[in-house]
């Protein structure tokens, strides 16, 4: 079964300017990160404000993504809900779409016991046999968290869960997902600040946010670990750290969606309510940092580095 691995986006959901789904700038973003490298494309993760979005418009979100890519990179919906059976309507429609694989995050708000955790999982799972699923793992947000334990035990009972991101920094924690069926278990990170840790640890890769963004960085830093030039791909890494600091943490959606018309001539949009859009001053000074550190170049600025 296909799994996620690389620089793994979880796209901005593009909304025109009367709050709908901008399906032709959905198609012109994944072309340019497909052309900038990346090797998956994660469609109604969070960064897609996946709970703000209907039904019908995940669906269509889907289907856009899929087409678009044309098999060009490696797609997995993410088709998590509040719900089990909606969670399976969207997991029955991303098979139907032609989707690689999908990532399935845990329901929200309501906190849930670790068997109620396994049976969802398992239930999504046994719906699409054919697909691989990935758990995901977002607690700060989420509020329900999936332990190594519990993921242990969804890959046991599901042969075709083949992964799990995770979204917390906890290393220790990432480490112990790690040994899942004798280490033959997928784990990327949600903070792409780990990314080279996480592959000098025999990880897959990252989902990252701001590869929105700045997805030649994140792509050199992996592409430096699969050569082997691990010095290299750790100076670039800290690169990335610097740029991924501006752009994450309080409000980062509001940030990529801001900065994606200047750095990349991608207009996506503001966000959806109730969201909070950046300033014109918010944006230009988000911008100069950014250009401050040369973000366009990778390599630019590390002779600086130790």
């Given at each position: 079964m296909k799994k996620l691995y690389g620089v793994v986006v979880p796209l901005v959901t593009p909304f025109d300017r009367t709050g709908r789904v901008d399906t032709g700038v959905l198609r012109a973003h994944v072309d340019d990160l497909i052309g900038a490298g990346v090797h998956c494309l994660y469609p109604c993760g969070t960064t897609g404000e996946m709970f703000k979005l209907t039904t019908d418009e995940r669906k269509r979100i889907d289907r856009t993504v899929i087409e678009a890519a044309a098999g060009r990179a490696v797609v997995f919906a993410q088709v998590g809900a509040m719900s089990t059976a909606e969670t399976i309507e969207l997991a029955h429609h991303a098979r139907e779409a032609g989707a690689d694989g999908i990532g399935v995050v845990t329901p929200a708000f309501f906190g849930l016991s670790e068997r109620a955790l396994e049976e969802h999982f398992?239930?999504?799972?046994?719906?699409?046999?054919?697909?691989?699923?990935?758990?995901?793992?977002?607690?700060?947000?989420?509020?329900?968290?999936?332990?190594?334990?519990?993921?242990?035990?969804?890959?046991?009972?599901?042969?075709?869960?083949?992964?799990?991101?995770?979204?917390?920094?906890n290393m220790p924690r990432i480490l112990?997902?790690?040994?899942?069926?004798?280490?033959?278990?997928?784990?990327?990170?949600?903070q792409d600040t780990l990314l080279y840790s996480l592959l000098t640890a025999g990880g897959d890769g990252t989902v990252s946010g701001a590869a929105n963004l700045l997805p030649e960085m994140y792509v050199a830093v992996y592409e430096a670990f699969r050569r082997g030039d691990l010095p290299l791909a750790l100076r670039l890494q800290r690169k990335a750290n610097r740029l991924g600091a501006i752009v994450n943490g309080a409000n980062n959606i509001g940030k990529y969606k801001a900065a994606l018309p200047r750095l990349r001539g991608i207009d996506a949009g503001p966000l959806r309510a109730p969201g909070e859009n950046l300033s014109p001053e918010e944006t230009d000074r988000l911008v100069a940092r950014l250009e401050a550190l040369d973000w366009k170049h990778p390599m630019a600025g590390l002779d600086a580095e130790p």
């Open positions: 398992c239930a999504v799972a046994a719906a699409v046999p054919e697909l691989p699923v990935y758990l995901y793992a977002i607690p700060q947000c989420a509020v329900n968290d999936i332990t190594p334990a519990l993921a242990a035990r969804v890959a046991e009972r599901s042969p075709n869960v083949v992964g799990i991101k995770y979204s917390y920094p112990e997902m790690l040994e899942i069926r004798d280490h033959r278990f997928s784990v990327l990170c949600g």
